[in-house]
């Protein structure tokens, strides 16, 4: 069965620092990965996705994304945080049908 | 762009009400589906179609029905609404279901169950 993790519901980093928001995954096959941003009072939205191309994906807005096959991982990175980037970001795992992660909301201190 | 639209942003009904919410997408995609987003548990799947006329059942159906009849329209009908049903509903599309394709999210609605 496919499932993801990502640990922690909150993070908090200062404008222009290091984003980094975990997601690990379960699934029984070689398996296709995304991230989504949802900003207030809106739908999701794709950031990123993993198809087996390349293990680091380049996605919109300045984040990328690495795949580890060995750590189960697939980790979310932007180098400078923006105050724009505030948001709620999900990682999903698509075996036959998408599970997504409970969500971390990210918030930019000025 | 794709487009998924949903007919109401909030709605506000009363408990025992028969309640449809409406999902319109113009890309012709195959799946569609039913979430319900709630503070710390993410996005649940209630339901999905992956044709026209055939449903699936998600992880929390109960409470639930949807209407296929046309590719491009999924509904969601709570029969008969309660408290606990307060929620936000999102609704998405994509072209598949398995392998490396994306869903596309309407913008949600937020129902308040009374």
């Known amino acids: 069965a496919q499932s993801v993790t990502q640990l922690g519901s909150h993070v908090s980093v200062s404008e222009g620092a290091l984003v980094l928001l975990r997601c690990n995954y379960s699934s029984s096959v070689p398996p296709y990965l995304f991230w989504y941003v949802q900003y207030p009072n809106q739908g999701l939205q794709l950031l990123l996705k993993?198809?087996?191309?390349?293990?680091l994906v380049k996605g919109i807005n300045g984040f990328e994304a690495e795949f580890k096959k060995s750590e189960t991982s697939f980790h979310l990175t932007k180098p400078s945080a923006h105050m724009s980037d505030a948001a709620e970001y999900f990682c999903?795992?698509?075996?036959?049908?998408?599970?997504f992660g409970k969500g971390i909301t990210l918030s930019v201190r000025p | 762009d794709v487009k998924v639209t949903q007919s109401s942003r909030y709605l506000v009904k009363r408990t025992g009400e028969k309640v449809f919410l409406e999902c319109v997408q113009d890309?012709?995609?195959?799946?569609m589906f039913w979430y319900r987003q709630d503070p710390g548990l993410g996005l649940r799947l209630i339901y999905f179609s992956y044709d026209v006329k055939m449903k699936e059942k998600g992880d929390i159906p109960e409470g639930y029905s949807v209407s296929r009849e046309k590719k491009e329209r999924f509904s969601l009908i709570l029969e008969s609404a309660s408290t606990n049903q307060t929620s936000m509903y999102l609704c998405?599309?994509?072209?598949?279901?398995?392998?490396?394709?994306?869903?596309?999210f309407g913008p949600g609605t937020r129902l308040t169950v009374t």
């Open positions: 890309m012709d995609h195959e799946n």
């Open positions: 993993y198809t087996s191309a390349a293990t």
């Open positions: 999903a795992v698509s075996e036959s049908n998408a599970a």
């Open positions: 998405a599309s994509s072209l598949h279901g398995r392998g490396p394709y994306e869903q596309y």
